[in-house]
């Protein structure tokens, strides 16, 4: 096949895959518009257009800017935490028994708690402001703890083995040998603790009354029966948290060898 | 040194491999092991290459800082490029003391024939360069004893022979004590000097062969 048909067909084929997705959304969207028009009450069920008007009016004004600005470090905040510490003890954990033994039931019973429970609590000790980045940390740390353990647990002992054999230095065994191994599982940690972040931010932004805040904006757009309005900041979430999603995955694969994710050559 | 295996005991569960088992390895020499599959072959380059106990008896004059080992796969990091495999093999410090060691490398890659794919990922090798490049990184190491447990097993039999001869004509250059496994009795015949004939479990030498 010459170079440029085979160029044309991955760039017509790449097309063909848009087009399918934008025909997909406007089919969600088209429903949305018909259940809006049948239920015929923008305080129920607003439609897509009134949403969109609503994100328009929001964008007048600087405070919206400044809410998601606050929320999106909220949100990164407590996920990059919850990554590096979960890398780091996560290392810490495969690599050492006794130490897995002592994580194991805190990181269980974080697990276990209900996230309600644990913005309650926070909230009791620390300033409101502060409470949807602990609580993002605390739900998503056993989630990357988790992952990097299994993925420590899951490096080719052949390899291990070879390295002992040549008296590779320790420091080159985790550089070079766990990290990458552990790489899939991490990227996968990241990419939960991202999708989880968002939801428990906001959700501990309404219950702590944290402001500035998307959280905030939602509960006040509740209780003003401003559904357009709740609409729309939801619409901002569900953005956002799709645009954070693209651009880390459009980072990591940027940043990825030529082995990265391979099955080892052993 | 030569390495020297005295009343040698090992058991799987309740199947006993080595039971009062005496051997002495010959220094500078490469000393064949045929036998049949599960005999018992790897578990000794195991227990001379310090990756698995013996239940007891002693096997002297190994130093375990210096020891090659070319498995039957070529264990080769697929995240890094060949040089980065190569590379270590070398202490971080003298690395960084102005490109060290990236002569050695050079030079071991082209003793190999490899002299133009450092810089390729493994994946990106056949079966019988990634091998190859197992074989590099043996020699490279700085080692008195080599291991080697049926590295050519999984080469078809021209790639086999060729090989065979590089290995051969790398050794001359840079003797070493070398305990190399196989069933394949044309491959012990090609490279050993001495071959040692392994009895099933529990392990006897059945036949000691000097050539």
């Not at chain 1, 799709?242 to 994710?261: H, S």
């Amino acid at each position: 096949m010459k170079i440029s048909t085979f160029l044309e067909n991955s760039q017509q084929s790449r097309i063909k895959k848009v087009l399918g997705k934008i025909g997909v959304a406007f089919f969600w969207v088209l429903l949305w518009a018909l259940a809006a028009r049948w239920v015929n009450s923008p305080l129920v069920l607003p439609s897509p257009l009134k949403t969109l008007e609503g994100v328009v009016t929001l964008a007048g004004d600087f405070e919206f800017f400044v809410s998601i600005g606050v929320t999106l470090l909220r949100v990164f905040g407590g996920v990059f935490i919850s990554v590096a510490l979960g890398l780091v003890l996560g290392l810490a954990g495969g690599l050492n028994k006794p130490f897995y033994e002592i994580m194991n039931p805190f990181v269980s019973t974080i697990k276990s708690l209900p996230v309600v429970s644990v913005i309650i609590l926070i909230n009791l000790w620390i300033a409101s402001g502060l409470v949807p980045l602990v609580v993002t940390f605390l739900i998503c740390f056993p989630v990357t703890w988790t992952n990097v353990v299994q993925g420590v647990r899951s490096t080719d002992k052949k390899l291990l083995q070879m390295a002992k054999i040549y008296n590779v230095e320790q420091s080159k065994i985790i550089s070079d040998i766990y990290l990458p191994s552990v790489k899939p599982y991490a990227v996968s940690a990241l990419m939960n603790a991202i999708g989880l972040g968002w939801k428990v931010t906001v959700t501990a932004e309404v219950l702590a009354n944290a402001l500035p805040s998307i959280g905030m904006n939602l509960y006040y757009a509740k209780i003003y029966l401003e559904t357009d309005l709740l609409f729309s900041w939801t619409l901002i979430i569900v953005i956002c948290s799709l645009v954070i999603e693209k651009i880390t995955l459009y980072m990591i694969a940027r940043n990825n060898r030529k082995g990265d994710g391979q099955c080892p050559l052993s | 040194m030569s390495v020297i295996i005295s009343k040698l005991y090992k058991k799987y569960g309740d199947e006993i491999i080595f039971e009062d088992f005496n051997l002495v390895f010959e220094k500078n020499k490469i000393s064949g092991i045929l036998g049949p599959s599960g005999a018992g072959k790897t578990t000794l380059l195991n227990l001379c290459s310090g990756l698995e106990k013996p239940d007891s008896g002693t096997i002297e004059g190994i130093n375990p800082q210096s020891i090659s080992y070319i498995f039957q796969e070529p264990r080769l990091l697929p995240w890094r490029t060949v040089r980065e495999n190569l590379r270590l093999l070398f202490k971080e410090k003298s690395i960084r003391k102005a490109g060290a060691h990236e002569s050695d490398i050079d030079g071991m890659l082209k003793l190999v024939g490899l002299g133009s794919v450092g810089d390729l990922y493994p994946q990106e090798l056949s079966g019988g360069m990634r091998q190859r490049v197992a074989i590099a990184r043996a020699f490279l190491y700085p080692s008195e004893l080599l291991l080697m447990d049926e590295p050519f097993s999984s080469l078809d039999y021209s790639l086999k022979n060729r090989l065979i001869e590089d290995f051969l004509k790398i050794w001359e250059q840079d003797k070493r004590t070398v305990i190399f496994v196989s069933h394949n009795e044309d491959e012990i015949r090609q490279l050993a000097q001495v071959i040692f004939t392994f009895s099933d479990k529990p392990v006897q030498i059945l036949k000691k062969e000097t050539l």
